[in-house]
C-alpha cells in the first residue's frame, strides 16, 4: 500500500481543513486507516482511526468533536475534515494504513503498516 496526503496548509485558528489521503494497492479496503500527528519536538500523536468498513472512528480526546475521519473505499481514499483549528493542532499530519487489522482502534504507530508523507498543517492565532 502506497500513501499520498495532501490537504495541508495554513487556516487562521477557528478556521477548517480538510486533508485526503489516497491509497494504491489492493488491501486499502481491508485495512483500518489512521491520521498521526507531530508538532515539532514532540512525540507523533493518534489522532483518529477508521475502521475499514468505515462504519467505526476513533478520535484522541483533544480533536473530539472537531475532527471527523472518514473514508470511501471505491476512490480509495481516506479523509481528516478539521473544524474549529486551534493553534495547538500545527503539526505534520500523516496517514497510516494497518493491514493486519487485529484489533480496533489502534493508536501507537508502531501498530500501522504504511504511512504517507505527511502534510504540513499551520493554524495562526
Known amino acids: 500500500v502506497q500513501l499520498q496526503a495532501s490537504g495541508g496548509g495554513l487556516v487562521q485558528a477557528g478556521g477548517s481543513l480538510r486533508l485526503s489521503c489516497v491509497a494504491s494497492g489492493r488491501t486499502f479496503s481491508r485495512s483500518a486507516m489512521g491520521w498521526f500527528r507531530q508538532a515539532p519536538g514532540k512525540e507523533r500523536e493518534s489522532v483518529g482511526a477508521v475502521s475499514w468498513l468505515g462504519d467505526t472512528t476513533y478520535y484522541t480526546d483533544s480533536v473530539k468533536g472537531r475532527f471527523t475521519i472518514s473514508r470511501d473505499n471505491a476512490k480509495n481514499t481516506v479523509y481528516l475534515q478539521m473544524n474549529s483549528l486551534k493553534p495547538e493542532d500545527t503539526a505534520v499530519y500523516y496517514c497510516?494504513?494497518?493491514?493486519?487489522?487485529?484489533?480496533?482502534?489502534?493508536?501507537?504507530?508502531?501498530?500501522?503498516?504504511?504511512w504517507g508523507q505527511g502534510t504540513q498543517v499551520t493554524v495562526s492565532s
Open positions: 497510516a494504513a494497518d493491514v493486519d487489522f487485529l484489533r480496533f482502534p489502534q493508536t501507537l504507530a508502531p501498530a500501522y503498516d504504511y
